[in-house]
Each structure stands twice: as structure tokens, then as C-alpha cells.
């Protein structure tokens, strides 16, 4: 084990006067199905966290999310806590045909911290990349956070995973300032 740093960007997006669209009409015809926060779903937000991140980077800089019980404690505190914005909080399930068992495939999670909508995770898994997910599932979260009385919003974001830089730059938002995060990695 040794000690390495993650480079990484505060994001921020302005609310105020965003009218950004989350609407998706042919989400349902390819499978896709969304569904609004509730308890009962913790398990499947955790789910489709462990899929999504497993395998990347983010796993490295974060352990929890390599594992199954660590992305399932982790919807457990982020529910769990006061600052908690239910409207900011999606799941997206999946269906390879009509009758078929759902599977979840995308979630994302927001607080308020600060005054500010704070997304902690979006993640989509690999097999379902490329379909306009997250965007999708972003624009679901600033609503959210928009409804819940919010004008701001941000996030973090690994510099190295540039996919998801200029997914969030083409949303609206600004990279604000770099933070860095110290973690322990094996073979380092």
C-alpha cells in the first residue's frame, strides 16, 4: 500500500435561472424506467452504485464504493442524514423486455449542504453508457434541488475521469476549484 493523491474539481452550477429539461419521451419504449426516492429503494440505489464505480478510479479514491457493503452503507448515511434531499435523489431501472425483472442501472444522490445542492454520487453502469443516463439523471437531480428551494449546486469530480468533466461542463457547470483527496492504493 502506499499513499497517492486524486486530483480533483469542484464543480458548481448556478440554479437560479436554469431551466435546463430533463424530459426523455423515449426512455420508456428502450427500457428505461425512472423512479423517485423512497426507503425501500436503498438497496437498489446501492446496487447500481456498486456496478457503476466498482471498476473505476473512483473505487480507489473512495474504497466503499468497490464493494457491495460499502455502497450499501454509504445510501444508508446518505439517507440517513438531515441534509438529505429526497427530490434530488433518482434511480433509473432497466428492462430487456416487457414483464422482464427491472434492473437498476443509474442512480444519483443530493444534500444540502450549505444552502447548496450537493450531488454525492452519479453512476450509471458500463453496460448502459452512452444513452444519455447521466445527463438525464443530473437534469433529474438540479430539479430537485431546484423544487427543494436550492440556486446552487456542485459537485466533485476526479480530474483523470474526463467523460464525466465534460459531461458536467456541457450541463452547466464550472469548474471552481481543485481540491486533492490522499488515499492509501495497493501496488503503490
Request: hydrophobic share 40%; net charge positive.
Amino acid at each position: 500500500m502506499g499513499m497517492t493523491y486524486f486530483r480533483r474539481y469542484r464543480m458548481e452550477m448556478n440554479l437560479r435561472d436554469w431551466s435546463g429539461s430533463w424530459d426523455a419521451p423515449d426512455m420508456a419504449a428502450r427500457g428505461y424506467e425512472w423512479v423517485a426516492f423512497d426507503e425501500g429503494l436503498v438497496r437498489e440505489h446501492a446496487a447500481a452504485k456498486f456496478q457503476s464505480f466498482r471498476s473505476e478510479m473512483d473505487a480507489d479514491v473512495f474504497p466503499c464504493l468497490g464493494r457491495r457493503d460499502g455502497c450499501l452503507r454509504l445510501m444508508r448515511e446518505i439517507t440517513s442524514r438531515a441534509a438529505f434531499v429526497p427530490e434530488a435523489t433518482w434511480l433509473i431501472r432497466y428492462r430487456d423486455r416487457p414483464g422482464g425483472r427491472p434492473i437498476p442501472v443509474g442512480t444519483i444522490q443530493g444534500l444540502n449542504l450549505d444552502e447548496w445542492g450537493a450531488v454525492q454520487n452519479l453512476g450509471v453502469v458500463p453496460e448502459h453508457r452512452g444513452n444519455g443516463l447521466g445527463r438525464m439523471l443530473m437534469m433529474r437531480s438540479a430539479a430537485g434541488f431546484k423544487s427543494a428551494g436550492l440556486e446552487r449546486m456542485h459537485l466533485e469530480v476526479t480530474t483523470a475521469n474526463t467523460h464525466a468533466v465534460r459531461l458536467y461542463e456541457r450541463i452547466g457547470f464550472r469548474q471552481a476549484k481543485v481540491v486533492y483527496k490522499a488515499c492509501e492504493v495497493a501496488g503503490v
